[in-house]
């Protein structure tokens, strides 16, 4: 219950003012301010000082690479052992961008895809998370292929558009290779979008103007309860056609949704970056 | 963890402060209040531009309609296409209050329950959102069912109580219709009524005191793991008979959820809106 | 998305900020403090009046006991009937440690394991929630099982380890008996052990480096998609051995974990009450 959870959390705040006195905190914002931010918005590749580290994305994403996958794990995850190596996306918030951002690292890679599952998370949102899992015979491929997707974040996020009350996102590329069709079924070499809008009701009328907007093939919609989402609170069009159809498929219900979206709670939806499409 | 989203959430509360002078955040005080509530609390139909939306409700609740679907979102959805056009009711937080007005949607106007699934949601809580969608051969009949949702959401809201550990709902309808047997296979026509209690211990002592409080007849339990929820952390009793004893058994699982509730955190669990039953 | 709902708990706090002068707020550090804490740190048995409860403890785990269960309710939860009395233990943060402290429970006391399910929650964190019930013939039977459960989540909540981006997991028993079996399928009587890493890209370099680091026996992996979860952005290595290699497989885990959650947001990873491995 969100009243509940604010209830709480004034409850603290109270608590924590009370205990902090004003001038203090005041005289603590530089110290603050200096502290990493708890949401990075470019790829970071400091190490930690292991080698299996690659690096954090926006998101809270995080690269990881293991060079000699033990035996054991390789069954029980079902990987081809023939992948020595694997590299692997998690995150908290999303799965469409790094979904995407995947594909664009499978066709610049030596790699392939060898999972993607979807728990139902963004951190409280509506949304989901992602763990995405790249299999490869020689590290230096899967470690490659893991920047190249936490590079890309910046970018498919760009049509990521957030409220307190619920989210819209919005994916296109012009060419689909194995990561959208082992997540979404989209067909390999075409052009491929996805509309997704949260609450799911908004996401019905996104799908709705997004094909009678242009003509384009309906891959699927996924919806909270028939196994296309993790109970996720999103409906999900996934389509292809040609280059010009699906981006204005997609601009269609982009202006649907910013639209629609700021009814719920008057909140400007507002890009995670900067949109691409 | 709740810990961890306290600290994070601490954090941002600390810099905000800091960096906004205590005098400043006074003077803000009448602009702020000025803003649109986060959760309003009745249904608004202060239009949006778009022709498609109808308002919004309690729960993060947005009720939308297209008056004409397409042809292959109906197919993805498996909606009869003799229902040209749909009502549709989404929401965050809330899965029985907006079923419970849906039902009354149904009785009130001449709409069909094409599509019910629960979302885990709740924004962090531990229940349901939901996406209910109504068919209609015409689209008043769909605008108007969606019109009588809202109005009764702050109704069906009254027997819900929240603290930030958990939750109670209670709902009773003297004749069941569509929406609650396509839901939660009640009879139609009989009277029924559930309780709901999160964390799902919690209902599991509210479904036993239901049933003994008074002579009903038990439609099902519902478990986190047992299909009948979608993760959430609920245990849900549904159940039918006459009005009087569905009543009776509702309100003494209300008393001993009450008392319950409260020993997790010390928080009185209060009405969302007005207790109605 | 978690930007999101940080706008909107900074707006909430602006606003009760510009509402509360904060030379009231000073005041009002005293009664503030005196309040229960939100998440208590050790079991709590304080009565609520109702004979059904026994107690509470932290991760918002509350623990209840049903003398005489109804049969209906009995049969819809396909608990034999000759478990008359049930103790439920359920929480909204924590599964790992409730069924490993549960597992204790059945070990000490005459009762068995009639359900255990893992709701998707930790209150907008990655992990789950838990309803665990036993069955007993006789009440005293079931509540002390429920007593055993709560006084031990202090010790295995301590090698649960979190930070606003995730959190890592780590159980660890020199015997398993009936709850890990039925839970994880642990084998009756072995040294047993968990790795838990979230977001679930973490969870897989913990897998891997425990199997390596010592000679146990991976009994399973589970995935955000694959069952073994309920959507949690979590995978968990469940493995048995020698309880050396147990151990050892552990620790070598933990020290990566420590190291590669940090660098998320930069938060030091700490126990949430004492490390007991």
Same mark, same amino acid.
């Given at each position: 219950?969100?009243?509940?959870?604010?209830?709480?959390?004034?409850? %603290?705040?109270?608590?924590?003012?009370?205990?902090?006195? &004003?001038?203090?905190?005041?005289?603590?914002? *530089?110290e603050?301010?200096?502290?990493?931010?708890?949401?990075? *918005?470019? =790829?970071?590749?400091?190490? *930690? !000082?292991?080698?299996?580290?690659?690096?954090?994305a926006?998101?809270?994403?995080?690269?990881?690479?293991?060079?000699?996958?033990?035996?054991?794990?390789?069954?029980?995850?079902?990987?081809?052992?023939?992948?020595?190596?694997?590299?692997?996306?998690?995150?908290?918030?999303?799965?469409?961008?790094?979904?995407?951002?995947?594909?664009?690292?499978?066709?610049? @890679? +030596?790699?392939?895809?060898?999972?993607?599952?979807?728990?139902?998370?963004?951190?409280?949102?509506? !949304?989901h998370?992602?763990?995405?899992?790249?299999?490869?015979?020689d590290v230096?491929?899967?470690?490659?292929?893991? %920047?190249? #997707?936490?590079?890309?974040?910046?970018?498919?996020?760009?049509?990521?558009?957030?409220?307190?009350?619920?989210?819209? %996102?919005?994916?296109? @590329? =012009?060419?689909? /290779?194995?990561?959208? +069709?082992?997540?979404?079924?989209?067909?390999?070499?075409?052009?491929?979008?996805?509309t997704?809008?949260?609450? =799911?009701?908004?996401?019905?009328?996104?799908? $709705? @103007?997004? &094909?009678?907007?242009?003509?384009? $093939?309906?891959?699927?919609? /996924? @919806?909270?309860?028939?196994?296309?989402?993790?109970?996720?609170?999103?409906?999900?069009? #996934?389509? /292809?056609?040609? /280059?010009?159809?699906?981006?204005?498929?997609?601009?269609?219900?982009?202006? &649907?949704?910013?639209?629609?979206?700021?009814?719920?709670?008057?909140?400007?939806?507002?890009?995670?970056?900067?949109?691409?499409?």
């Amino acid at each position: 219950m969100n009243e509940d959870l604010m209830q709480k959390i004034m409850g %603290e705040v109270m608590k924590k003012m009370a205990d902090a006195p &004003v001038a203090e905190a005041t005289e603590e914002k *530089c110290e603050v301010k200096e502290e990493a931010p708890v949401a990075p *918005c470019t =790829a970071n590749f400091t190490g *930690c !000082g292991l080698t299996e580290f690659v690096g954090t994305a926006i998101g809270s994403t995080i690269g990881l690479v293991i060079a000699n996958l033990d035996a054991g794990i390789h069954e029980a995850l079902k990987i081809d052992p023939k992948y020595r190596s694997i590299g692997i996306i998690g995150d908290r918030t999303g799965a469409g961008p790094q979904i995407f951002a995947a594909d664009e690292a499978v066709k610049a @890679t +030596n790699s392939e895809i060898v999972l993607i599952e979807l728990p139902r998370d963004t951190e409280g949102g509506a !949304g989901h998370g992602s763990l995405i899992i790249f299999g490869a015979e020689d590290v230096s491929d899967a470690r490659r292929a893991v %920047e190249v #997707t936490l590079k890309e974040l910046d970018r498919t996020f760009g049509d990521v558009y957030g409220t307190p009350a619920g989210h819209l %996102e919005f994916q296109y @590329t =012009a060419r689909a /290779s194995y990561a959208l +069709n082992k997540a979404f079924g989209a067909p390999i070499g075409k052009s491929f979008g996805i509309t997704v809008g949260a609450p =799911a009701a908004i996401g019905v009328l996104l799908a $709705d @103007t997004a &094909v009678k907007a242009a003509n384009v $093939d309906v891959v699927g919609v /996924s @919806t909270p309860g028939n196994g296309g989402t993790s109970y996720s609170n999103e409906v999900i069009l #996934t389509f /292809s056609g040609d /280059s010009g159809a699906v981006r204005q498929a997609i601009i269609a219900a982009r202006e &649907v949704g910013l639209q629609v979206l700021k009814t719920l709670d008057g909140t400007e939806p507002t890009s995670t970056t900067v949109p691409y499409i």
